[in-house]
């Protein structure tokens, strides 16, 4: 039998996910089975040459999904996840949204249903993300390795075996987009501070951030060697990280900040 997908959502996201699934050739356009309410976002994804319905009721009566693929706002996965209970028996279900847990599906599809929740971060949409997952013991490890193949054509793919880790996760890389944005606008000002026109320190820091970032995911070398190589004693640089790094600084704030994010994650998790 040839595996299928049912990818339940097509906004940003969704879409990102599945041309990059085709793009990559780990399905073809009728392996894919989009289900999108919202005319122009199906129509986009339909362009693709997959099949796109409406509702779950419009698909096949026979079809048997290896994934479900769930990519819709959490706030109204619980209206949404009754139509698919009818798969729950032979499909692993993912989940890339914020905050919803296992035992969440678990409620709707039943305490048997092989499930995936993810926490994908805003870069995924670029194929450059981090994609963090956790498994319930009902999901195989060739199901599992299936669905990572899949997560890969996003970006980065990592898994931790503690659900109560995925706050954690979510303070470090689900949030963690926002914090590198801030620091590109706070070296942006510091630039025009320094008397550099808006325009040129917008592009310098950002591509900086940028540069360093490739640089470091390309290099064998650590952060701290690559730190270290860039430093000259007594230079610029060493005069600027003398300031950062003076009473650990920086990596207070941002050892604070994400235990912020972390703890906020753990109150959301309880509502």
Known sequence: ???????????????????????????????????????ALRDRAATLGVNAVAGAASLAAGLQPRVILVAVKPQVMGDVLPAYKRFAEHATFVSVAAGITVNFFEKHLGDKTAIIRTIPNTPAAIGKGMIVTFRNPHVGDDDAAFVDRLLKTSGAVASVDDESLIDAVTAVSGSGPAYVFHFIEGLTEAGVAAGLTREIAGLLAMQTVYGAGALAAASADTPTTLREQVTSPNGTTAAALKVLMGEDRLKNLLTEAVHAAHQRAIELGKV
């Open 1 to 39: 039998m040839v595996d299928s997908v049912v990818l339940v959502g097509c906004g940003n996201m969704g879409f990102a996910m599945l041309k990059g699934w085709l793009d990559a050739g780990i399905l073809k356009p009728g392996q894919v089975h989009v289900v999108e309410p919202t005319d």
